[in-house]
């Protein structure tokens, strides 16, 4: 079940780094203050260094996920056909119509893609932290990384 949560968490982390190194960020302000979600720096910049989200900002962040995690992402109804299944009857999206096997392959893809992306976020952070160093990596998709 960790390793399925894991994978599914560093899905949304690529993805996430690839889009927001790509430029591409949400519009308006991201506090009362008026900064811009563009006005803070990517990956673990954003997080340590002197231009990082404000600390009632990480809280924020925190208890939010621990929310998700202690309230929401859970099997509530007892229902669930393998760990990691948090459709708690409401969520189909044709689940039920697939037979056993095809069910084991999509879980096995689910797994792999989440693997791939756990070693391609460490690899990002990585590439990051070279940097720092004076070794720039410039990745073929997105570039040297700043």
Not at 32 to 51: C, E, R, T
Not at 95 to 107: H, I
Not at 140 to 146: D, S, T, V
């Amino acid at each position: 079940y960790v390793e399925v949560k894991h994978g599914r968490v560093c899905q949304l982390d690529f993805l996430g780094q690839i889009v927001t190194r790509n430029g591409i960020h949400l519009d308006g302000p991201i506090d009362k203050a008026g900064n811009a979600f563009d006005s803070f720096p990517n990956g673990l910049a954003a997080v340590f260094g002197p231009d990082a989200i404000p600390q009632a900002g990480l809280i924020q962040i925190f208890l939010f996920v621990g929310f998700l995690e202690l309230g929401v992402m859970k099997d509530v109804t007892g229902d669930s056909e393998f760990p990691g299944d948090f459709r708690n009857g409401a969520l189909d999206f044709g689940w039920d119509t697939f037979d056993e096997e095809t069910k084991l392959s999509k879980r096995a893809i689910e797994l792999n893609n989440g693997r791939a992306a756990m070693m391609g976020i460490l690899g990002l952070m990585v590439h990051e932290k070279l940097n720092e160093i004076g070794m720039v990596a410039d990745l073929p998709i997105i570039g040297a990384l700043q």
